[in-house]
C-alpha cells in the first residue's frame, strides 16, 4: 500500500511535471471551466425564475446535482480521460509490453500513471457549488458524511466502467471514441434524473447508472428517495443498494481486464 | 540447471484475411474471413546461466513471438516455457524482478522528460533502495558512457543516446535474463559497437543471460558463441556459429594467383569454380578434402600465392533463409524447403 502511495506520488508529480511545460493551458483550462460553469449555473437561473422546482427539485437541491456533475468532469478530466486515451495509444504502438513486464499490477499503473492538471479547476467549483447549496439548505455534518461516501461509489463505478471500456481495445484495439461515451454518460448526469422523461429515467439508472452518480449522492445529502418508485427500497437499503453495485462493478472491471489480457497479442515489431 | 527452457513451445494467430479494394473492404466489415498464422511450431532448447545466444531469421520467423512468449507477455498456444523456474504468463512479480526486455523499435521513456523521472519511477516500482539505485546508476552510466544526459529531456537525445539510456532502464532492477530484441536497430556504426561492448561487458560483470535478435551479422559474431536458427516458424539449428558454416557451407573458398593464364577445365578438376580472371581463379573446395586438394594444387598447377577462407556466414545465413538449401547431412531439409514453398 504504501509502495503503491510512493509510486502514485511519482507518477503524478512527473505527469504534473510534463504537462506544466505547457502553461497556457493551464489559464485556458480555468478559465473554460468558469465559462462553463457560469453557463450551467446561469441556465438553472433562468429556469429557476418562472419554476419553483426541477424534476421536484428546488433551486439548491438541484444546485448539488450540478455541484456533483461539474466535480466528476473535473476528476474524469484530471485522470480518467487522460489514462483512458493512453490505454489505446499503448495497445497499438505495443508498448503495453513495458507494463506489462513491470512488477505492479497493470490496472492500476494504467489507471493511474498520468493525470492532468486541467481538470482540477472543475473539481474545486464543484465543491464549492455544493458547499454553497449545502449552506443554503443547511446540511449536517451526517450529510456531508454521507454524501462523501455515495461520491466515493460514484466514482467507483464511473473508474470501473470506465476502465472496462478501456479494456476493449486489447481485442478492438481503435476505440478512442469511448472518451465521448464516458462524457456522454455524464451528461445524463447534469440535472436530477427525475427532470428527464420516464424512459430517459430508466435509461440512465439502469443502462448506464449516471443517476447514481450525481442524483443519488445529492438526495442523500438532501435526505429525499426519488428511486423508492423504481427499486422499491428504503433509504438505507438504496444506500446498501450502490455500494454493492459499486463493488461489483470494481470486481468485474478488475476480471474483465485480465480476461481481455488473456487475448493480447502485442503489436509486432 | 538451465535459466531458459522451452519445450515444443507453440503459437498460432488468427488474423483476418482482407482482399484489396472497396469489395474486398465491405466484405471484410461484415464477414471476416481468418486463417490460422504458426508464428512458431514446436520449438525446443535450453540455456544455461550466463549464455549469450543469437536468435536469427528472416523477418517473419518467429523470434520475436518466441521472446513475447518467454517474457509472458504472450500465451503458448501449446508446450512449456519455464524462465528462471517460473512459468512466464503467469508474469509472477518475483519473476518479472529476474528478467528484462529490450525492443529496438519500441521505448518505455517518456519523451517529454529526462530520463531521470523514469528511472525514478522504475526505482519504485522495483522497490530498489535510494542507495542502491544511485549505486546502480552511477555505474551503468560510466559503462554506456552518458555522463549528464539523464538530465535532458529524451526528445533532446539522439538515437544512439536513447538506445542507451533505454537499456539503463531496463537494466536497472539488475535482472538475470535479459531478452533484446533489435537493440541496435537503426544506430549507426559506433552506436552499434557502443552497444556490444555494454552487453559484453554487462555479461561478464553479472553473469547475466542474454537472448538477442538482431538482422546486423555484426551484432552476432561480436557476442553469441552460440546462435539459435529459426525459419518460418521451425527451428533449423542450434549450436555454434562456427557450427553453421560447417553445417551449411561445408566447403572454403580458395583464391589462387597463377603465374600464368590457365584454363578453366583445369582448374574445375580441383574443385567448384567460381570464376576465373586472368590469372586469378577463386573456387570452392569441400572441407573434407581441402588439405589433399590444397596439396595437389600445390604440386601441379604453376600458382604464386594461395588463400583460404571460409565463405563469409551472412553470405551462409542469407543463404539458408532465402533458398532454403540445406546440406545432404541437415536433418531438416525437406522441412526447410517445404516452408520456402509456402
Not at chain 1, 127 to 132: F, M
Not at chain 1, 230 to 238: K, R
Not at chain 2, 2 to 16: C, D, G, M, S
Not at chain 2, 263 to 286: F, M, N, P, T
Request: net charge neutral; hydrophobic share 45%; glycine share 6%.
Amino acid at each position: 500500500m504504501i509502495k503503491h502511495l510512493r509510486i502514485l506520488g511519482l507518477f503524478w508529480s512527473t505527469s504534473l511535471a510534463a504537462e506544466m511545460e505547457y502553461r497556457t493551458n493551464l489559464a485556458l483550462a480555468i478559465i473554460t471551466a468558469l465559462g462553463n460553469l457560469v453557463g450551467a449555473v446561469f441556465a438553472m437561473k433562468l429556469f429557476f425564475i418562472h419554476q419553483k422546482t426541477l424534476g421536484g427539485y428546488s433551486e439548491p437541491e438541484a444546485m448539488v446535482v450540478l455541484g456533483y456533475f461539474v466535480l466528476l468532469s473535473g476528476f474524469a478530466n484530471t485522470v480518467m480521460v487522460q489514462n483512458l486515451s493512453r490505454i489505446v495509444t499503448h495497445v497499438r504502438e505495443g508498448t503495453l509490453d513495458f507494463v506489462l513486464l513491470k512488477p505492479i499490477d497493470s490496472q492500476f499503473w494504467l489507471s493511474t500513471r498520468n493525470c492532468s492538471p486541467w481538470g482540477i479547476p472543475n473539481i474545486v467549483l464543484g465543491l464549492g457549488l455544493i458547499a454553497y447549496a449545502g449552506w443554503q439548505l443547511k446540511f449536517d455534518a451526517i450529510a456531508y458524511l454521507t454524501g462523501v461516501i455515495a461520491l466515493a461509489a460514484g466514482l467507483l463505478m464511473l473508474y470501473s466502467l470506465w476502465f472496462s471500456l478501456g479494456a476493449l481495445s486489447i481485442w478492438f484495439v481503435k476505440v478512442q471514441n469511448i472518451t465521448h461515451v464516458l462524457y456522454q454518460l455524464l451528461e445524463g448526469g447534469r440535472f436530477p434524473f427525475t427532470a428527464h422523461p420516464t424512459f430517459n429515467r430508466f435509461f440512465f439508472t439502469f443502462v448506464i447508472p449516471a443517476a447514481f452518480l450525481t442524483t443519488f449522492p445529492a438526495q442523500v445529502m438532501i435526505g429525499r428517495n426519488d428511486f423508492q418508485q423504481y427499486l422499491g427500497a428504503s433509504n438505507i437499503g438504496l444506500y446498501l443498494i450502490v455500494v454493492a453495485m459499486a463493488v461489483a462493478m470494481f470486481i468485474f472491471a478488475r476480471y474483465f481486464w485480465r480476461f481481455t489480457l488473456r487475448h493480447y497479442t502485442s503489436a509486432s515489431s | 540447471m538451465p535459466i531458459i527452457e522451452a519445450e515444443n513451445l507453440t503459437k498460432h494467430f488468427r488474423v483476418a484475411v482482407k482482399q484489396p479494394g472497396v469489395w474486398g473492404t465491405l466484405k471484410h466489415t461484415f464477414k471476416r474471413k481468418h486463417r490460422i498464422v504458426e508464428a512458431v511450431k514446436a520449438v525446443s532448447f535450453t540455456i544455461e546461466p550466463g549464455e549469450i545466444v543469437g536468435f536469427l531469421g528472416p523477418n517473419g520467423a518467429g523470434k520475436t513471438t518466441t521472446l513475447k512468449m518467454l517474457t509472458g507477455l504472450i500465451h503458448p498456444t501449446g508446450g512449456k516455457a519455464t524462465v528462471t523456474e517460473h512459468v512466464p504468463f503467469r508474469r509472477d512479480a518475483a519473476f518479472l524482478k529476474r528478467i528484462t526486455l529490450v525492443m529496438g523499435n519500441k521505448q518505455q521513456l517518456l519523451w517529454d522528460l529526462p530520463a531521470m523521472d523514469a528511472l525514478r519511477v522504475n526505482a519504485a516500482v522495483y522497490e530498489i533502495a535510494d542507495d542502491v539505485f544511485k549505486q546502480r546508476v552511477d555505474e551503468l552510466v560510466e559503462m554506456l558512457e552518458l555522463s549528464d544526459l539523464l538530465y535532458q529531456p529524451v526528445r533532446k537525445l539522439s538515437l544512439g543516446e536513447r538506445m542507451k539510456t533505454e537499456l539503463l532502464a531496463a537494466l536497472l532492477h539488475q535482472p538475470d535474463v535479459l531478452f533484446l530484441d533489435e537493440p541496435t536497430l537503426g544506430l549507426d556504426v559506433n552506436a552499434q559497437t557502443a552497444v556490444r561492448r555494454f552487453l559484453r561487458d554487462y555479461n561478464q560483470t553479472h553473469g547475466a543471460t542474454i537472448l538477442l535478435t538482431s538482422h546486423y551479422m555484426a551484432d552476432i559474431t561480436a557476442l553469441c558463441p552460440r546462435v539459435m536458427m529459426i525459419h518460418h516458424g521451425e527451428m533449423i539449428h542450434d549450436g555454434s556459429l562456427t557450427g553453421v558454416i560447417e553445417r551449411f557451407a561445408p566447403y572454403r573458398e580458395l583464391m589462387l594467383d597463377l603465374e600464368e593464364p590457365t584454363d578453366r577445365d583445369v582448374i574445375a578438376q580441383y574443385g567448384e569454380v567460381v570464376s576465373v580472371d586472368q590469372q586469378i581463379a577463386k573456387l570452392l573446395v569441400q572441407r573434407d578434402v581441402l588439405k589433399p586438394t590444397v596439396q595437389r594444387v600445390m604440386e601441379e598447377l604453376p600458382i604464386t600465392d594461395l588463400t583460404i577462407t571460409d565463405p563469409p556466414i551472412e553470405d551462409v545465413i542469407a543463404r539458408v533463409f532465402s533458398t532454403g538449401i540445406v546440406t545432404e547431412d541437415s536433418p531438416y531439409p525437406e522441412e526447410v524447403a517445404a516452408g520456402h514453398d509456402r
